[in-house]
């Protein structure tokens, strides 16, 4: 039997999740979990591949011969950012049940606010017995952006409900029955169409902070609400979260829902937690299902070791 390498897993998830995942994963090849206390100090040079999230700063000066990483998310930012990444292939996590998962949160969201699930709560916990006007989802533009694994599967559940969508991404795309746009040229037109606002942005050195007043500010009032609603699932860094108080203050957002924050876990005193108009969760639209990321690595490398090309490659100089 050739040699398998060990393979590291650094991954700030559950613990117990971890645990319980790696029974019966990585079958003949030691698996490394820096989790457990005995591998604290261990050595981890000449080990090839490695399964990281959140890893600590000094994880690739201590594994300096890795030939793969995996991201333990679709998301790389938290990989990217790390001091010493070797220039090797970076894979990500693209799966059936984390994209499912998310459509979930978005078309939850699109539909609490549709259906002014807040408003209706509030006057239930009065005892107030009183309708307010019904728009349907036909009625409501979905503007996505980011339209990759996450963005068009959101886009086609959403299309679903009836929902009209428009949809934004850096390369042009084409998607039956809904109308996309693409580049800074195409932003100001997709916003001046767009009711709710979805963001499934990877952060990248150019949506850094994209979701700011002058966007907020070129959404579309002409909606059923007359003020736009920003919903985002992508990543915290492309909210400027000064601007988001500042435009759900003052109307010119109606309401948000965010799962993603500048500063993750968002402190306790942050005001959106209190917001009446904003619905907040702790980066949980679709975290990884262990198992599966499990074994989408393993088919990875089975891949990588019998000569055949990795999927789900990153693109470093685009960053995502
Ligand atoms: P993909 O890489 O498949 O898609 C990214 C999309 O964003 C693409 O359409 C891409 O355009 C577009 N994009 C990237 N940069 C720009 C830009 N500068 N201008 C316009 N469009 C841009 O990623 P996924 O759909 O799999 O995931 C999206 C993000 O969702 C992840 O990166 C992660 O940050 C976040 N996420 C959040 C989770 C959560 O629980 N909250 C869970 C999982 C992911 P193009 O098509 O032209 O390449
Ligand atoms: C991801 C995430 O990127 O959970 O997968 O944020």
């Known amino acids: 039997m050739p040699h398998k390498s060990p393979i590291i897993i650094d991954l700030k998830f559950i613990p117990l999740e971890v645990m319980q995942a790696l029974k019966g994963a990585f079958s003949g090849r030691e698996v490394i979990n820096l989790a457990d206390v005995e591998h604290v100090r261990r050595d981890l040079r000449g080990i090839d591949y490695a399964v990281v999230w959140k890893s600590a700063p000094d994880l690739f000066s ?3 011969d890795l030939k793969v990483v995996f991201s333990g998310g679709a998301g790389v930012d938290h990989v990217l950012t790390l001091p010493g990444l070797p220039d090797v292939p970076l894979v990500r996590f693209v799966d059936r049940s984390l994209t499912t998962r998310m459509s979930e949160w978005v078309v939850m969201n699109c ?3 549709l259906r002014q699930h807040r408003a209706y709560e509030a006057r239930a916990k009065a005892h107030v017995w009183e309708d307010l006007s ?3 989802a036909a009625d409501v533009t979905v503007g996505v952006m980011g339209l990759g694994v996450l963005g068009q599967d959101a886009i086609k559940k959403l299309g679903v409900l009836g929902f009209r969508t428009v949809g934004w991404s850096r390369s042009k795309k084409a998607i039956d029955g809904v109308e996309t ?13 767009t009711d709710f606002l979805v963001g499934l942005l990877p952060l990248t050195d150019e949506t850094r902070g994209i979701f700011n007043a002058g966007l907020f500010s070129k959404l ?3 909606g059923p609400f007359g003020a736009p609603v920003f919903i985002n699932g992508g990543r915290g860094g492309s909210q400027v979260e000064a601007d988001l108080l500042a435009a759900l203050a003052s109307g010119v957002l109606r309401a948000a829902s965010l799962d993603v924050f500048e500063q993750e876990p968002l402190s306790r005193d942050s005001p959106f937690w209190d917001m009446e108009n904003v ?9 990884s299902d262990v198992r599966a990321l499990f074994s989408h ?5 089975a891949r990588f070791e019998s000569g055949q090309p990795l999927e789900y ?3 470093r100089s685009a960053g995502y």
Do not use: C, K, M, N
């Open 181 to 193: 746009f693409s580049g800074g040229e195409g932003l100001e037109a997709f916003l001046g169409q």
């Open 111 to 113: 539909l609490l606010h």
């Open 297 to 301: 690595v393993e088919h990875q490398i």
């Open 62 to 64: 201590r594994a300096p």
């Open 279 to 287: 619905y907040v969760t702790p980066h949980v639209a679709a975290s």
């Open 313 to 315: 490659l990153v693109d």
């Open 220 to 222: 579309s009032r002409s």
């Open 134 to 136: 019904q728009p349907e």
